[in-house]
């Protein structure tokens, strides 16, 4: 049952914090267009916020296939996004103290490779032990790795950071000069307040056309690997580590499994972040990108994609919503406000609704088997986690 | 070593002087003895007397100081829990466990061992097979939740059924992964006497069928009615071994009982 083909029925089928979910983002699009007909939001910068929504869903997806699956607890989110940034933006920038100049594809391929050795390093000598010690760990690491960013200057150029970064599409046919192929239009929609669409908002579109196809393309992978038996054992090591390793599965190799995807997905959101900005710095390797990932996990929902998805957005939302406070006179700085309010956000969610704003469904099996089983579908007990067919 | 440890022909499992301590106690202290194939054995013995403790060292969870543990003729001893379940042998724990965000019938699906689908590649390279074992491990499911007559249980929260119907799950769960040799962990603890009566059928219409149970139970009416040969522990080591009516008159172990084990 799909929203397009069937509107009224697929909406009598969410649950309650679906149908809440729906509405408030209904109404959040609907002031977004406001905002961006009026002229209040410039174009070009909501593609900007999009695409820093994109890297947070990102960011949240490779936590929750770590927490929310499989409960391991990684404080170094910030270290895997920075491996990802500083990956891509070394081997491409043309002032990369090191490689530099390559295709940004070659520098997807290192960011990847790089991160994948990280997540070994540190799953390795870990995952065998009870969780605290993976928790400890990280944290260890995310200092590490920036302070190694921030100090070895031949490989980084320290605190100066690396500027000269290409965009990602950078050598494609067709799609490296597309933002200058663009004609600028002038969109007219209420009088005296005319939209501009130049090269730069065309250059913000691919970005965003990049993110799109990195967080889809998680998205999509993510969906069938938490359906999946394999998810399943994830889940089961989360709930009872012990039981799983009774009924004959290698926990070790599964827990490094899901730690390792996760830790992918970071980088992958530190590749996009570097051809979004341009320029990536050691400031962008602070702990507080770690924080923002957790939170966006919890409040969406351990456990669940579209929860993460949600969180990320929620998170950039408050984020980016509260810079107009830049602009009031407060008696004191914004940013602490801004963190404040997070802090607030999590433990209403926290005393409300612990399990998260969209905690996963509860019944996942692989959805074709269910079919062909002629089983009928979940029904009575598991009410609220039945959403319609399109959740993970 | 320890009398009574006849000699077995056709062994599913044999535990050789098997020894391990925590700091000074020795909980399992030289226990030797075997569960032959096609039984259903009983362990008992008085509280501490160590028979979880063996059958963590059993199935690889704690690894022993000392002494072997066989399955199916392979020495399995320090091999990780999943390389001993791969040898046959799944064990259940003394506390039942429970899956939280699980419906009954997902949890069950956790049983079958080396599903396709359970390889990550696979999910991506060869879906249709991975389809393929989820619906026939679905339909083993349900086949077995409707023998066990739970099946109006499927769809239920696997938190929020009894421990008495969690029970009768485990035992469900285990047959999933196709044990050659099951052990059961005080498997009618806590359960009412209506469903301990149903847990005592399906053992024993799964025994007819061919799995070998070696069981711990402190319900002696269970155990004495359940099991043949039943093997008494007594401060880490074989105490006797016998029938039912051998182990309830010998005197030995009428004393380790009121002893308290100490
Ligand atoms: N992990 C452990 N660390 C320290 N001591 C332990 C551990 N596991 C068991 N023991 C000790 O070993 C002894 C045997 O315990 P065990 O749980 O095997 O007994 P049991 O026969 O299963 O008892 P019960 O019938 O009460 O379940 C006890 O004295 C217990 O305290
Ligand atoms: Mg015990």
Redesign the interface.
């Known amino acids: 049952m799909s929203l397009l083909s069937d509107p009224e029925a697929a909406i009598a089928d969410l649950s309650r914090p679906e149908k809440w979910v729906l509405g408030v983002s209904a109404a959040f699009a609907l002031f977004l267009l406001a905002a961006l007909l009026t002229g209040a939001l410039g174009p070009t910068y909501f593609l900007f916020l999009v695409g820093l929504a994109g890297m947070y869903a990102l960011l949240s997806f490779g936590l929750n296939a770590q927490w929310g699956y499989t409960g391991l607890i990684n404080f170094s989110v910030a270290a895997f996004f920075g491996i990802g940034a500083y990956g891509s933006a070394l081997m491409t920038a043309d002032s990369s103290p090191i490689a530099g100049g390559f295709n940004p594809l070659v520098g997807l391929v290192v960011a990847l490779v790089l991160a994948f050795v990280l997540a070994l390093l540190i799953g390795i000598p870990t995952l065998r032990l009870r969780a605290d010690y993976l928790a400890i760990a990280s944290l260890g690491l995310a200092e590490v790795v920036r302070l190694i960013v921030l100090n070895e200057r031949w490989l980084t150029n320290g605190s100066a950071g690396v500027r000269g970064i290409p965009s990602f599409f950078e050598g494609w046919p067709v799609l490296s000069t597309f933002p200058e192929t663009m004609p600028g239009l002038r969109l007219v929609v209420i009088p005296g307040s005319p939209i501009l669409l130049e090269t730069s908002f065309w250059r913000a579109s691919l970005n965003v056309l990049l993110v799109l196809a990195f967080a889809g393309a998680t998205f999509l992978v993510l969906r069938r690997a938490h359906q999946s038996p394999w998810g399943r054992v994830l889940r089961t090591i989360r709930s009872d580590e012990d039981l799983a390793r009774a009924l004959g599965k290698n926990t070790y190799s599964f827990k490094m499994q899901s730690f390792v995807l996760g830790s992918l997905i970071m980088a992958l959101a530190g590749v996009f972040y570097t051809h979004l900005n341009l320029y990536v710095g050691p400031g962008d390797l602070d702990p507080i990108t770690t924080f923002y990932a957790w939170v966006a996990v919890i409040l969406g929902g351990s456990g669940s994609n579209r929860g993460a998805l949600f969180g990320g957005i929620v998170i950039v939302t408050i984020r980016e919503g509260t810079r107009f406070l830049n602009d009031v006179a407060l008696p004191i700085d914004p940013a602490p406000l801004r963190l404040l309010l997070i802090g607030v956000v999590i433990v209403a969610v926290m005393r409300y609704r612990p399990q998260g704003i969209l905690p996963p469904q509860r019944e996942l099996i692989w959805p074709s088997a269910v079919d062909d089983a002629g089983s009928d579908p979940p029904a009575s007990g598991v009410r609220e986690q039945k959403g319609g067919g399109d959740d993970e | 070593m320890s009398e009574g440890a006849l000699p077995k022909e056709d062994a599913v499992l044999r535990v050789d002087d098997l020894q391990k301590s925590f700091g000074g106690l020795a909980a399992t202290d030289h226990a030797t003895f075997a569960v032959e194939r096609g039984t259903i054995t009983g362990l008992i013995g008085p509280n501490g007397a160590g028979k979880s403790t063996l059958f963590n060292l059993i199935?690889?969870?704690y690894e022993p100081d000392g002494g072997t543990v066989e399955v199916n003729g392979t020495d399995v001893t320090g091999l990780?829990?999943?390389e001993v379940?791969?040898h046959g042998l799944?064990?259940?724990?003394q506390t039942p466990?429970?899956?939280?965000?699980?419906?009954v019938?997902?949890a069950m699906?956790?049983?079958p061992?080396?599903?396709?689908?359970?390889?990550?590649v696979k999910?991506?390279a060869t879906?249709g097979a991975?389809?393929?074992?989820?619906?026939t491990?679905?339909?083993e499911a349900?086949r077995i939740l409707e023998e066990f007559e739970i099946d109006h249980l499927a769809?239920?929260?696997a938190t929020?059924i009894s421990g008495g119907q969690m029970k009768l799950v485990e035992l469900a769960?285990?047959m999933l992964?196709e044990p050659e040799v099951l052990l059961l962990d005080e498997p009618v603890a806590g359960v009412n006497p209506t469903l301990a009566k149903k847990l005592k059928d399906q053992i024993r219409r799964l025994n007819e069928q061919g799995t070998t149970f070696l069981l711990i139970e402190h319900d002696m009416e269970f155990v004495m009615d359940l099991a043949d040969p039943i093997v008494v522990l007594d401060q880490g080591s074989v105490l006797t071994e016998g029938t039912p009516e051998g182990v309830r008159s010998d005197d030995r172990v009428i004393d380790a009982y009121l002893g308290g084990g100490t």
């Open positions: 199935s690889g969870f990780e829990p999943y379940a791969d799944i064990r259940t724990f466990r429970k899956l939280e965000g699980m419906t019938r997902e699906l956790v049983g061992r080396n599903q396709p689908g359970e390889s990550f999910l991506f879906p991975v389809a393929e074992s989820e619906s491990n679905l339909a349900e769809a239920q929260p929020d769960r285990a992964a």
